[in-house]
């Protein structure tokens, strides 16, 4: 079974400055993808960055890009020029890639809680 | 617009009662998903469709039930057998196998 752990339950940062967020990541699977999702306030998830294992080339998505490590299965959250509205939950997750039958669940972590102060 | 709508969002169960969340999509996706969320933790799959007229169980499907006679509708009935129903309930749906998944609103579901 896949498990996805983000070990910094809580971090802060200053309006406009970088921060990074971990997450590791335990499968035997070769083809995946890997998530990060943002939970603001009004608690509907969004979808920040997508990642998927057979491309070496890490996604970036304006402010948002990972550092995407396969064989040490690790996949990062770098956000720059942090913005108020950065101020979430953020969750990331796993989807095995299937290729015939069963579930693209996706697996979560338990999340960190990501305050921007200004 | 294209979106996932999820009612009602806040929903009351009284002991022994059955009830049922709604949601709803126009992005012409194939599958739907339905996850349990409680504080502090990360999103547990419940039930999944990939197509009409099929659904299959997640991980934590004791308690509740589904159908999917439509495309566009995936409902959840949380039964009176689901002995800790307290949760926020995401629902999601995807164009097809390995694409992203894109969440509703929430319902928020309390016990009387």
């Known amino acids: 079974a896949q498990t996805v752990t983000q070990s910094q339950p809580e971090m802060s940062v200053q309006e406009a400055e970088t921060v990074t967020l971990s997450c590791t990541y335990d499968?035997?699977?070769?083809?995946?993808?890997l998530f990060w999702y943002k939970q603001p306030p009004s608690r509907q998830m969004i979808l920040v960055i997508r990642q998927e294992a057979y491309k070496q080339q890490n996604a970036t998505e304006n402010r948002f890009s990972v550092n995407f490590q396969k064989a040490a299965k690790s996949f990062s959250l770098k956000i720059s020029d942090s913005q108020l509205g950065d101020t979430a939950m953020y969750f990331c997750?796993?989807?095995?890639?299937?290729?015939?039958?069963?579930?693209?669940?996706?697996?979560f972590g338990k999340g960190m809680k990501l305050t921007v102060n200004p | 617009d294209g979106g996932i709508t999820q009612s009602p969002k806040y929903l009351f169960r009284k002991e022994g009662q059955n009830v049922t969340l709604s949601c709803e999509q126009n992005l012409n996706h194939d599958a739907m998903y339905w996850y349990r969320q409680d504080p502090g933790q990360g999103l547990r799959l419940i039930y999944y469709s990939q197509i009409v007229n099929d659904f299959q169980k997640g991980d934590i499907a004791e308690g509740y039930s589904v159908s999917r006679e439509k495309k566009e509708s995936f409902p959840l009935t949380v039964t009176s057998a689901q002995k800790n129903p307290t949760a926020f309930y995401l629902c999601?749906?995807?164009?097809?196998?390995?694409?992203?998944?894109?969440f509703g609103p929430g319902t928020r579901l309390l016990v009387l």
């Open positions: 499968t035997s699977e070769n083809n995946y993808y």
């Open positions: 997750a796993f989807m095995k890639h299937q290729t015939q039958g069963g579930s693209e669940k996706l697996v």
């Open positions: 999601a749906s995807s164009k097809d196998r390995g694409e992203t998944q894109y």
